[in-house]
């Protein structure tokens, strides 16, 4: 028995949406593209300027269309990562700017072997089930900030990603990465590598970009994962269940938009809201209303019975320090009893500005201990437990019992050696290291364990070519260099 969290009632999902339909109804949404409007207005919206007001019908014939579950798809063609129902995947934050060293505590701008590093270490680390496109590596122009990402994740990395893009060109360019890899653009339709975030902007708001990506992507048949962003009390209502009203409002208007482009195209209810501090202007990722709005919001996604996501498993912090821990551990674990299909944020500190390749390592740690609660407490003997007492005799010798040597390591997961379970005179011999200086430890022995995938004859070159061919056109003669290439 999988256990589950829920937040919301029968008759608040029931509420939201229908506040929901009639948000997108009189007040509508601003869709400043006007081929994305003329799309609309095709298929029954009314305009009002950019205004488009769309009818509970059109909307729900959209749900129809959308598919309930997909797959992600690793190198070898093998499916990985379900979307939909109640399986929970975990990957790490993406699109962080700085990279935080532990050693210097200091944040820096994220370069291309920072994000190299990310990848083999996520690699390497069962407890991730995708990779992300982790940082924004500044030694490479902003143009092509989006594609170069991928690029790297392509050269390191077999499993699927999670990515995005930033302009419309490159979410072209990225399809015809990933289709390189696919064995061209049908294969990638067919089983897709990735899935690409696009951002509504709160409140109601569709960008040309966000607008025309949901279109490139659903014509194209590659996943999109609508993130959907209300600020409780300041980009969003003040309220938990506001916000949730909101973030269903702008996300059903993605869902019609891309599936009128490209009907059964899958789609996910992706989203990053959060609470406002107002004492701070910040975002706290890692506040606990920020977790209950995910679960809220995913809540309505799975009564509507479409594939889930959120950002949970990041901090605020900008250390790795007990808050990061705190906030990290508490909303993965959260996450997961929702259960979300994709909880990206493991490894970010600060807003989710920064990634840090020991904190990756630790949340590692937490998703295990996530993943173990989600299997629940099964019988494993046929009796629960009078046969284990057979021949006891009121000794404490449960030690000797074979079932015992069978069965410890299926009911317990056991950590790595991030996590000290020792004595402490063990701990003292050891080197009394802390979390952070465990997890710099295993970090290394991961990378040093790391073997790149192989890749067809000629494959890398012809990427390679692609991507150097983009970056000469934003003024980049050379792409950095990239270790083991």
Avoid at 40 to 51: M, R, S, W
Avoid at 81 to 103: E, K, W
Avoid at 153 to 174: C, D, E, H
Avoid at 404 to 429: C, G, K, M, Y
């Amino acid at each position: 028995m999988q256990p589950m969290l829920k937040l919301l009632t029968e008759a608040m999902i029931e509420q939201v949406l229908a506040e929901a339909f009639q948000l997108l109804q009189d007040t509508g949404i601003l869709v400043q593209s006007a081929a994305a409007r003329q799309l609309l207005a095709d298929h029954g919206a009314q305009l009002v300027g950019e205004v488009a007001h769309l009818p509970q019908g059109m909307v729900l014939d959209a749900l129809t269309s959308a598919p309930h579950e997909f797959y992600l798809y690793n190198r070898q063609g093998e499916a990985v990562v379900r979307y939909g129902g109640d399986a929970v995947h975990f990957d790490p934050g993406s699109s962080g700017v700085n990279i935080f060293d532990p050693l210097t505590r200091k944040h820096r701008p994220a370069h291309s072997a920072d994000l190299v590093r990310l990848i083999q270490v996520t690699e390497m680390l069962t407890e991730y089930d995708a990779q992300s496109t982790a940082v924004v590596c500044s030694d490479v122009p902003k143009e092509i900030g989006d594609l170069y990402r991928l690029y790297l994740v392509l050269l390191y990395a077999q499993k699927p990603v999670i990515s995005g893009a930033f302009s419309r060109r490159n979410t072209q360019a990225m399809i015809d990465m990933l289709a390189l890899y696919a064995g061209g653009q049908a294969a990638l339709r067919e089983r897709p590598l990735a899935v690409f975030d696009v951002c509504p902007t709160p409140p109601l708001i569709f960008s040309p970009f966000a607008a025309e990506s949901l279109m490139d992507l659903a014509r194209a048949g590659v996943p999109a994962e609508l993130i959907s962003m209300p600020l409780a009390g300041a980009g969003s209502p003040v309220t938990l269940l506001g916000s949730i009203v909101q973030h269903a409002a702008e996300t059903l208007a993605g869902i019609t938009l891309h599936q009128l482009a490209g009907p059964g195209a899958p789609v996910v209810w992706g989203g990053a809201p959060a609470v406002f501090d107002m004492r701070h202007g910040t975002t706290p990722m890692g506040a606990v209303e920020t977790a209950m709005l995910d679960i809220g919001y995913a809540q309505i996604g799975k009564a509507l019975n479409l594939p889930t996501h959120t950002y949970l498993g990041a901090s605020d912090s900008k250390l790795v320090d007990y808050q990061a821990g705190l906030e990290s551990g508490v909303s993965a674990i959260l996450g997961a009893l929702g259960g979300i299909n994709m909880i990206s944020g493991a490894g970010m500190l600060d807003f989710l500005a920064a990634q840090c390749v020991e904190k990756l390592v630790a949340d590692a740690e937490a998703i295990r201990m996530a993943k173990r609660l989600l299997r629940g407490i099964q019988p494993l003997t046929e009796t629960y437990a009078l046969e284990l007492f057979t021949g006891i005799n009121f000794k404490a010798d449960f030690l000797k019992q074979k079932a015992t040597r069978q069965l410890f390591a299926i009911e317990q997961t056991l950590p790595s050696s991030v996590i000290d379970r020792a004595s402490v005179r063990a701990w003292e011999e050891n080197g009394s290291l802390d979390t952070v200086a465990r997890a710099a430890v295993r970090a290394t022995e991961l990378t040093n364990a790391y073997q790149r995938p192989a890749a067809p004859e000629g494959l890398e070159q012809e990427l390679h070519q692609m991507v150097a061919s983009l970056a000469r056109q934003a003024g980049m003669e050379k792409l950095p260099s990239l270790p083991g290439i």
